[in-house]
């Protein structure tokens, strides 16, 4: 998948320049309708509108800005320790940000995974935070 736009990661590091729901991607091309149905693979129960789901990325200063997640543990961690990512932290992996998916989430991870496109996958390279960090901290060494 090509960027959209400059690299940009967010608190955790999602590539908010690959998201789909990211605003400046969809003014640029909306491709919401295609990442909303996996969103609901991913997590069940979740159901997210195409039509309104947007986010202006969690390094977004804008008093009015619209978050996936407001509440979002990482972000705040983050922004508590004067650091741009979790990439830039000394206690990366931590227990909010874990070096390694519990059992639980590894199950839904292959439950999921069974029932994926090859489209779909292409679609989640934005949201591989962990990828993203640990790639982030090898090119700083």
Known sequence: ?????????????MRCDLCLIYRPNVEKE???AEICP???QMAPGFRADPQTILCDGCNCTD???VLLDPACKARQCV???GISHC?????YPCLIF??????????????VEKRWTWEQEALLEAYNCKKNMD???RNQA
């Open 87 to 91: 990439g830039h932290c000394s206690e």
């Open 79 to 81: 922004m508590d320790k």
């Open 1 to 13: 998948m090509k960027p959209m736009c400059d690299k940009v990661f967010s608190r955790c590091g």
């Open 38 to 40: 996996v969103f609901e």
């Open 98 to 111: 874990p070096a390694e998916p519990t059992r639980s989430e590894l199950v839904q991870m292959i439950d």
């Open 63 to 65: 008093q009015n800005a």
């Open 135 to 137: 790639e982030f901290r």
């Open 30 to 32: 909306d491709r919401r």
